[in-house]
Structure formats: structure tokens, C-alpha cells
């Protein structure tokens, strides 16, 4: 199946040679036709999903299915490089969602995008910067557009404030 066809794109980057979503859409379908939705699985809804045992996940889901990974942490990583939102509060708290990471739409994976963080440092500064107000216009878009790439779970960490990141309730 082709990208075109709303198969999934190609990454020469990868050992199998599917981008990151596509290979955890195919953890996710694993885990409900293989019985180990105790280690990971969809939420209600079919727009998140939950790892729910890390260690499991990495001793056993990860050399599996995710084989130029090694640790949790690396998986941790890619959900952060691929946008995924992290939960912080509520009943679904600790789960990820993406807007284009949907359970019955595999073919959306294709609109997804690798972003790099181009450090914690200047996304800190960035936020500090929206923080105050910025009269600068071009500082503050630069800081806004940093701070859209920083994780929830930092911002959290840090105790930033929502318009800053990307915190979820």
C-alpha cells in the first residue's frame, strides 16, 4: 500500500521502515489481538491510549515491536518528537492522545510530523518571555512557537501556566 493510497509512509531511518505512529498503531492493535492490554491499550473513545505497566512495556513490548528502541525513556522521547499530549489530570490521567492518532484512522499517521526540540533552555527562556508579556512581537512569537514544542509533562513539572504548553485536562 502506498502513502497515497493512505498506506503508511516510509522512513528510511527505522529497521522495519515505517515511521513511529504506524509502529505504535501496530503495538496497540498487538496488544488487543495478543492479550497484553494489562501492558498497553486504547482508552475509551479510541482517541488515547495508556501504557500501564512501564516495566513490562519495556522488557516486553519494546524489544518486540519497537526494536531500535531500548529503553522506556526512548519511547517516552518519540511521543514527545511526534506531539503527542500527555494527560495531567482527570480520570485518564498518565494516558497520550494526538488529534491524528486515531484507533479506526491508521491512514492519519501520514499528516503526522517529527518535530525537534531545539533544547530545554530555550524553551524555558521562550515561556518566561510569553510569561512577561513580551511587547516584541517577533521574540514572543519565537518563544510561543518553542514553548508549542516543549512536552506537557515539563511544563507541568515546572509549573508553567497552560498558555505556555500544552497541558491537557
Known amino acids: 500500500m502506498s502513502e497515497k493510497n493512505g ?10 521502515g515505517l515511521t513511529f505512529p504506524w509502529r505504535l498503531h501496530a503495538v496497540l492493535e498487538a496488544a488487543e489481538s495478543n492479550g497484553f492490554e494489562r501492558i498497553i491499550s486504547w482508552l475509551p473513545g479510541d482517541v488515547a491510549f495508556k501504557v500501564h505497566d512501564a516495566g513490562a512495556f519495556e522488557v516486553e513490548i519494546i524489544p518486540k515491536y519497537l526494536p531500535n528502541m531500548t529503553r522506556y525513556k526512548s519511547f517516552l522521547r518519540q511521543l514527545n518528537l511526534y506531539s503527542f499530549l500527555r494527560i495531567t489530570k482527570g480520570e485518564y490521567q498518565g494516558s497520550y492522545h494526538h488529534p ?18 531545539k533544547g530545554v533552555r530555550a524553551a524555558r527562556r521562550a515561556c518566561r518571555d510569553h ?25 507541568s513539572r515546572q509549573g508553567r501556566t497552560p498558555e505556555c504548553g500544552r497541558v491537557v485536562d
Do not use: Y
Open 7 to 16: 498506506g503508511p509512509r516510509r522512513c528510511p531511518h527505522t529497521v522495519d
Open 100 to 117: 491524528q492518532f486515531l484507533r479506526m484512522k491508521k491512514s492519519l499517521c501520514n499528516e503526522m510530523v517529527l518535530t525537534k526540540v
Open 131 to 155: 510569561q512577561q508579556g513580551s511587547n516584541d512581537s517577533d521574540a514572543t512569537r519565537r518563544g510561543t512557537e518553542i514553548a508549542k514544542r516543549t512536552t506537557a509533562t515539563r511544563i
